[in-house]
Every structure is written in structure tokens, then in C-alpha cells.
């Protein structure tokens, strides 16, 4: 993965679990990089909160470099990691003004054993709390959170940012930083292939597709070609945008996050349609092509490893982002 891009895949399709090997985010004062991706992990599959392309984690680094900061945990506030004041904590217990809140509520009691309704300030000095905490007070607005690091900036300076003596640019600066956020211009022919078989639980598939939109989100598509399949029933893959597409940034970040789940589970057949598709396309001078399958380790291997050797042989490159060996 680390050749596409200077590294950008292997960045965002790393497949490492982010869990830690033990579970500090209802320890108190627990503050880094792990603690946050833990924390985000167990929300992103309990299924309760929408997708935020990223935007939970980039306000714990933005707001406290994942809780690094000095002032982070002080006396005077306890906030904690994501720096929720006490009118944010209010506002994510108002069920009056927002009864969405109730179901939340009531889930998060059924899967992390907290009674929403009774969280204090002090709470929040624990990193699940603090993260439950910013993803509630998230679903109480009115504007959806948007795609791009420069709409997130803006969206974070209006309606979280806990420092008014900063702005846009301070979000856009610390994102970059952490993330390397630079704009992938080398040419690039690459259609993913996307799981969507019944062995793949759904929230791990809204996963592959948050995954997914990130990387489209790094593309500049004057220069990158990409095209998405989805495995189907029977020899047959669903195209869900060939590679010979018009459509915008923005238009190919919505199909993605449209895209629901079916019941196929023939990864050779998705993998053998994307070569033939590669095949066909019009030949770029200097872009590799390349197919990378998100796979959960089902299906004939037999037959899927000899898929994957005729792509080789046309000189396409494989990737896998998934639990097994493609």
C-alpha cells in the first residue's frame, strides 16, 4: 500500500485494529492517539451515532492534541479530550427541545452501560465519555457535517470551536499536520471493489465506505481516475461508477455514502470484471492501474487467487484492505 501516493493508502487503509490490547477510554485522564481511536471504534460499531468522515477525531486533535495539552485536564474544566463545555453537556441532555436524544440515550445505556441523563462535568475527564459527549451534542444541529477538511474548518469554527481567539485556519493547519493532508496529483487508474456480502457486519461496511471517502476525499481527480464495484449475486459485479466517469468530488463522496449493503459474496468474479474493465479503458501514459478489494476473507480462495494472478499478469496491482490474505 505505502507506493500509492507517497503513502497515502497505506495511510488510510490501514487494517491494524485500533483497539488497545487494554481498554484505558473509561480511565480517567487517559489522553493519545490510541485512547481516541478506541474510543471511535467502539462508537463507529455500535452503530448509534451517522458517519462524520473523520470530523470526531480531527476535533480531539484540533481541541486538545488528543488530549496532550496542558490544558487539557485542569481543575477549573473537565471537559475532557473533545474540551465539551457544560452548555454543550446540557444541550445533549435536553430531550425536551431534542427528542432524537431519547433512542440515543436509551442505546447507549444498551451498549456502554452509561445513563446518559446522569453524566456530570466531571465525567467527561474519560475519554468514551467525552467522545459520547461531542458526538451527542453533534446530532443536536441543524447542518450535517460536511466531507472536506476546509467545509469541516469552517463547520468546527462555527459550531464547536472552544476558542474564539482562533479559526478556520487553525483547524486546517493542525489536520494537516496530523494527517499530511496533501492533494494526491499522480496519475492513478484504480477501481476499488467493495464487500458487501452478509458475512461483512454492517457496521464494519459503513466503515469501508467512511474508509473509502476519505480516500476520494485526498484525490484530485484531474489526474485520478477511480471506479467503484460492489460484489453481486451470481457471476456478476454491480458497478456502482465505472472509470470512465463525469462525476464531481462531490457527487462521487455522496454515491459512496449512498451504497447499500447486498448479499453476494463472489470476490473472483468483482475482481475479474474490474480487470476487464481496466483492460478496456482508454491507456494513460505513466498511470498505473491498480485494483484494490476491500475483503473479508470469505468466498473461494481457490478461485480468487486466480483472479488476482490474471490481473498480475496484465501488469494491474492488487490491494487488500480487509481480515485476510487476498
Known amino acids: ?69 496542558n490544558d487539557t485536564y485542569i481543575p477549573n474544566f473537565q471537559g475532557g479530550i473533545w474540551k465539551v463545555n457544560l452548555a454543550k453537556l446540557t444541550q445533549t441532555q435536553s430531550t425536551v427541545q431534542f427528542p432524537h436524544l431519547i433512542p440515543l440515550h436509551d442505546q447507549i445505556e444498551t ?29 443536536t444541529l441543524a447542518p450535517s457535517i460536511p466531507f472536506t477538511v476546509n467545509e469541516q474548518a469552517q463547520y468546527w469554527t462555527n459550531h464547536y470551536n472552544s476558542n474564539s481567539s482562533v479559526g478556520i485556519g487553525t483547524f486546517i493547519n493542525a489536520v494537516t499536520q496530523l494527517e499530511n493532508v496533501l492533494p494526491c496529483t499522480g496519475k492513478l487508474d484504480m477501481i476499488v471493489v467493495l464487500d458487501s456480502s452478509g458475512s461483512v457486519p454492517p457496521p464494519e461496511f459503513e466503515i469501508a465506505k467512511i474508509l473509502l471517502t476519505e480516500l476520494v476525499d485526498r484525490f484530485s481527480l484531474e489526474h485520478i481516475r477511480l471506479g467503484l464495484l460492489m460484489y453481486d449475486v451470481g457471476e456478476t459485479a454491480k458497478t456502482i461508477f465505472p472509470l470512465n466517469n463525469t462525476l464531481t468530488k462531490e457527487e462521487m463522496l455522496t454515491t459512496i455514502r449512498n451504497v447499500t ?50 490481473a498480475m499478469s496484465y501488469n494491474i496491482e492488487m490491494y487488500k484492505i480487509g481480515r485476510a490474505h487476498v
Open 1 to 69: 500500500m505505502v507506493s500509492i501516493c507517497g503513502g497515502l493508502a497505506g495511510n488510510v487503509f490501514a487494517t491494524e485494529s485500533p483497539l488497545l490490547e487494554t481498554d484505558l477510554t473509561l480511565d480517567m485522564y487517559e489522553k493519545g492517539r490510541d485512547v481516541v481511536n478506541a474510543v471511535k471504534h467502539k462508537m463507529d460499531l455500535s452503530g448509534i451515532f451517522p458517519e462524520d468522515d473523520r470530523f470526531l477525531a480531527r476535533v480531539a486533535w484540533v481541541e486538545s492534541g488528543f488530549g496532550t495539552h
Open 111 to 139: 451498549t456502554f452501560h452509561i445513563s446518559w441523563m446522569t453524566v456530570v462535568m466531571a465525567d467527561l475527564e474519560r475519554p468514551m465519555y467525552s467522545g459520547l459527549a461531542a458526538a451527542l451534542y453533534l446530532t
Open 261 to 310: 449493503q447486498g448479499a453476494g459474496d463472489n470476490a473472483h468474479w468483482a475482481i475479474r470484471v474490474a480487470t476487464q474493465q481496466l483492460r478496456a479503458s482508454e491507456f494513460r501514459e505513466g498511470a498505473p492501474q491498480l485494483i484494490a478489494v476491500f475483503y473479508d476473507g470469505g468466498g473461494n480462495t481457490t478461485l480468487i487467487e486466480s483472479a488476482v494472478t490474471d
